[in-house]
């Protein structure tokens, strides 16, 4: 596939329903691997006193995805801004932590998250590179980090 403006957005669109339906299911996560380079590298600007949360493969970024068993993240593009002479992809997106058992949103977020993209030796578009950064919230509120982390006490 040609990385021109409407394959990229196309892509993206389908990209984000995948992630959201089969990327954090042990069962399916696999699937991602449809859209993420094998070289993938995530870095996470979450305001850690430590600097930014980085997972520099796509299996480690693959593992923190099914972290979270009772919970899933469902992403939902506001808006999307494409330099496909760059191969960057800009989103702002809201991000919404899901109870599995109850489909109850638990939180809500928003963010913007930035996509490196290139092709693989298929002319497939893969996410080489994705930058994030989390809106800040006020102290006391509970965030998707406060859901995903019930999992890993």
Not at 75 to 98: G, H
């Amino acid at each position: 596939m040609e990385i021109t403006y409407d394959n990229i957005v196309k892509w993206m669109k389908e990209y984000f329903p995948v992630y959201s339906e089969y990327g954090q299911d042990p069962a399916t996560v696999q699937r991602m691997n449809d859209y993420y380079a094998p070289d993938f590298e995530f870095i996470g600007y979450v305001g850690a006193p430590q600097g930014p949360k980085v997972m520099p493969s796509r299996d480690e970024f693959l593992r923190f995805d099914i972290s979270h068993p009772s919970s899933y993240e469902r992403l939902t593009p506001e808006d999307i801004t494409v330099d496909d002479r760059r191969k960057v992809v800009v989103v702002m997106i809201k991000f919404e932590a899901i109870d599995r058992a109850t489909g109850q949103v638990l939180a809500q977020e928003h963010g913007v998250s930035h996509y490196q993209l290139v092709t693989d030796e298929n002319n497939t578009i893969k996410i080489k590179r994705l930058l994030f950064f989390p809106e800040r919230v006020p102290p006391g509120t509970l965030t998707i980090a406060d859901i995903f982390a019930r999992d890993n006490k």
